[in-house]
C-alpha cells in the first residue's frame, strides 16, 4: 500500500485566489512527519513546510499552511493569495518514527500535484 | 558552504556500462540519502546512511551501491545500467534540530540517460 496519496495529478487556480493539494497518508507509527516540498520546473526541490504527529497546532510559513486532520490521515496544503511563480509540481511526503534517529533521510513520497496558477 | 552537490548534472551511458553519480555536502550531516525521480512517481528512496561506515538499502535498491567513507561525500555506482535506470536522480542530506524537526538539502539533481 502507498505509504503517501495525492489524488490530485493537476490543479488549476487564478493569481491571489487560495488553493487546497491534498495529501493522505498510512501509518501504524504514532510519531511520524509530514513534509510538503515544491519543484519548479527548474528541477530543485525546494522544502516549504512541515508538520510532526505530535505538534498541536497547524504548521505555518508565511502563504503556506497545513491542514493536519490526524484522525482523517491527511495533510492538506493551502497556498494563500496564489502567485504566478507558484506554478510548480508540489509533493507531499513523511518520515516514520521521527523519534528514531535511525530513520532520518528515509521520506516516503506521493505521485505529486502540478499547480498551475493563472493570471 | 555550497550544501549539497551533485555530479554530473547529465549523463547518457550504454547499456551494461557503469558509473558512478557524486554527491556532497559541506554541512556536517550524518544523514544521506539517494532518491530518484521518474515520470508520475514521485521520488523513491535507493540508499540511505546514517553516518560514515553505515548504509541501508531503500526502497528501490537493486543496481545500485553505495559506501560512505567520509560525512561528506556518498556516491551512488550503478554497476551495469539498464534502460530502467533512466531517471533523474537526488542526492539529499538531513539534520535534526534542536526542535526534532528534520531539514532535508536536496542537490540539484542528475540527468541520466540509459540507451
Known amino acids: 500500500a502507498q505509504k503517501i496519496t495525492q489524488t490530485q495529478p493537476g490543479m488549476f487556480v487564478q493569481e491571489k485566489e487560495a488553493v487546497t493539494l491534498d495529501c493522505t497518508y498510512d501509518t501504524s507509527d504514532p510519531s511520524y512527519g509530514l513534509f510538503w516540498y515544491k519543484q519548479p520546473s527548474s528541477g530543485e526541490m525546494i522544502f516549504l513546510i512541515y508538520?510532526?504527529?505530535?505538534?498541536?497546532q497547524n504548521a505555518t510559513e508565511g502563504r503556506y499552511s497545513l491542514n493536519f486532520q490526524k484522525a482523517r490521515k491527511s495533510a492538506n496544503l493551502v497556498i494563500s493569495a496564489s502567485q504566478l511563480g507558484d506554478s510548480a509540481m508540489y509533493f507531499c511526503a513523511m518520515r516514520e518514527g521521527m523519534n528514531r534517529g535511525s530513520t532520518l533521510g528515509r521520506l516516503y513520497f506521493g505521485r505529486g500535484t502540478q499547480l498551475t496558477v493563472w493570471p | 558552504n555550497a550544501g549539497v552537490t551533485q555530479t554530473p548534472k547529465f549523463q547518457v551511458l550504454k547499456t551494461g556500462q557503469s558509473m558512478t553519480l557524486q554527491c556532497a555536502q559541506d554541512?556536517?550531516?550524518?544523514?544521506m540519502s539517494w532518491y530518484r525521480q521518474d515520470p508520475g512517481m514521485g521520488l523513491r528512496l535507493i540508499h540511505y546512511s546514517v553516518g560514515a561506515g553505515i548504509t541501508d538499502q531503500g526502497e528501490v535498491p537493486n543496481g545500485y551501491n553505495v559506501s560512505r567513507s567520509t560525512t561528506e561525500d556518498f556516491p551512488l555506482r550503478l554497476l551495469s545500467a539498464a534502460p530502467s535506470q533512466t531517471s533523474v536522480y537526488f542526492c539529499a542530506s538531513s539534520e535534526l534540530s534542536a526542535a526534532s524537526t528534520e531539514t532535508q538539502y536536496f542537490g540539484p539533481g542528475t540527468r541520466l540517460l540509459v540507451l
Open positions: 508538520q510532526g504527529s505530535y505538534d498541536q
Open positions: 554541512m556536517n550531516h550524518e544523514y
